[in-house]
């Protein structure tokens, strides 16, 4: 059952800004939103979360609408490196089983030169 | 500061045989979860370790998985009489705390290639 839609590719040019949109319309009140990366054959990276707020690291902003019904991750300055399939995550915080993270297909980021 | 290792980081074994992978959480870290990611497949939940809580087994597919975390630490994931199914990345994370705000972290993983 699926929380969060996002598009399947997105392409962006390198030194430009990547948005990468999110919608999550049946998000709670009190379940955070997350966002991991995975390149090829590594691990799903962490890159940034939030609730309410907007929040920004070393990595990424995350702007997330006064509705909490979407959310937008950026990355200010996208490098080749940055290639990598995106998971935009809403935790679930039914049956007190929040930390079962479930990544759906995500965005497919390709940074070209 | 040191992520969370897993080792081997590839494993090639015969249907039938057991095998064990093993994880090293972030320091400090008291949450521990393994994950599997079969091809093109999304995470599949498996196991959550809480401090001294009794752990979280409800996402084990069967009796021939089992996971153990001593001391707090280190966990050892076991897969008896392994089946081609089994094949897949199987993936460890940690956290500070296993509640909401406390980002999981995780490894690389270790491919399982069952022949």
């Known amino acids: 059952d699926a929380k969060t839609t996002q598009p399947p590719s997105m392409d962006c040019a390198e030194g430009r800004a990547a948005n990468l949109p999110c919608n999550h319309s049946?998000?709670?009140?009190?379940?955070?939103v997350y966002w991991y990366r995975q390149i090829h054959s590594q691990g799903p990276q962490y890159i940034i979360h939030?609730?309410?707020n907007n929040e920004t690291n070393e990595m990424a902003s995350l702007i997330i609408t006064e509705d909490r019904k979407s959310s937008t991750l950026i990355l200010p300055h996208a490098t080749l490196r940055d290639t990598a399939v995106y998971y935009c995550?809403?935790?679930?915080?039914?049956?007190?089983?929040?930390?079962?993270?479930?990544f759906g297909k995500g965005t497919l980021l390709t940074v070209n030169p | 500061g040191a992520g969370v290792s897993q080792s081997p980081s590839n494993k090639v074994t015969e249907k039938g045989k057991d095998v064990e992978l093993r994880c090293d959480p972030i320091s400090g870290h008291t949450a521990l979860y393994w994950y599997r990611q079969s091809l093109g497949q999304g995470l599949e939940f498996l196991i959550y370790?809480?401090?001294?809580?009794?752990?979280?087994k409800s996402g084990l597919p069967s009796d021939r998985f089992s996971a153990e975390r001593t001391g707090g630490s280190v966990s050892t994931l076991t897969i008896q009489r392994t089946q081609q199914e089994d094949s897949a990345v199987y993936l460890c994370a940690s956290s500070f705390g296993g509640l909401s705000n406390q980002p999981q972290h995780f490894g690389d993983g270790t491919r399982l290639s069952i022949l």
């Open positions: 049946t998000i709670s009140g009190n379940e955070y």
């Open positions: 995550i809403v935790e679930d915080n039914r049956g007190g089983s929040n930390y079962k993270l479930t």
């Open positions: 370790f809480q401090g001294n809580s009794a752990p979280d």
């Open positions: 939030g609730l309410k």
